[in-house]
């Protein structure tokens, strides 16, 4: 089945610094989306991206569909203390089900 | 403007008993699917469903798990004879039937099997 790779599994920071994470797949996908998990609760949808080469941001946060359409990245800047969680992407395609990557753990230092 | 709603956020159960999850989806959402997440782990895929119909139970195991989501009430994911093993993050996601939508999730229920 298809799989997807997130990059690094777990990352520690000083607040201030800026982030990137990717994500990696074998196969093709139409949408990529992007989600943060606090602990206790469910993911929230930060980005998503419909079409290959797309670059989105929303406030500190800028997500790109890559040109392959096999992978997408998340880029953070200037890390603040509630940037910690964890973030996972999904591909998706119509009439798929949606794929989750196993999320990469960012913590943040002061 | 209320999310998707998962109840009860906590469920307490002792080995062979029956566990009931239950969400209700977003306003004029139709597809739900349910997820679960063990401890510092990602998110598996259980079981995908629109009114009155399962469209994927790929993820699900064959016994003892059943899901139904029906024509009016929350969508319910039933767990029989339950083991230590099921205590894990229970999460329900929706969308609506338009191309591509984003899935939006509900907070979990957090099931604990003593």
């Known amino acids: 089945g298809q799989q997807l790779n997130q990059s690094p599994q777990s990352m520690f920071i000083q607040e201030g610094e800026d982030v990137s994470m990717n994500c990696t797949s074998s196969?093709?996908?139409?949408?990529w989306l992007w989600y943060k998990q606090d602990p206790g609760e469910g993911p929230v949808l930060l980005i998503a991206?419909?079409?290959?080469?797309e670059l989105t941001s929303n406030g500190r946060l800028t997500a790109q569909f890559g040109i392959t359409r096999k992978d997408s990245f998340l880029n953070i800047s200037a890390s603040i203390p509630s940037d910690v969680g964890i973030y996972f992407c999904?591909?998706?395609?119509?009439?798929?089900?949606?794929?989750f990557g196993p999320g990469t753990r960012l913590s943040v230092l002061p | 403007n209320a999310g998707v709603m998962q109840n009860p956020r906590h469920l307490v159960r002792r080995r062979g008993q029956e566990a009931r999850l239950r969400c209700s989806p977003m306003?004029?959402?139709?597809?739900v699917y349910w997820y679960r997440q063990l401890p510092e782990e990602g998110l598996k895929f259980m079981v995908y469903?629109?009114?009155?119909?399962?469209?994927?139970e790929s993820g699900m195991p064959k016994e003892r798990f059943s899901a139904e989501f029906p024509k009016e009430g929350p969508s319910i994911l039933r767990i029989q004879q339950v083991v230590r093993g099921d205590s894990a993050a229970y999460f329900c996601?929706?969308?609506?039937?338009?191309?591509?939508?984003?899935?939006?999730f509900g907070n979990g229920t957090r099931l604990t099997v003593t």
């Open positions: 996601a929706s969308s609506p039937t338009i191309y591509n939508s984003p899935l939006h």
């Open positions: 196969s093709i996908f139409n949408t």
């Open positions: 991206l419909y079409k290959a080469g």
């Open positions: 999904a591909g998706h395609n119509y009439g798929q089900n949606f794929v």
């Open positions: 306003k004029g959402h139709s597809h």
């Open positions: 469903l629109q009114k009155e119909n399962i469209i994927d």
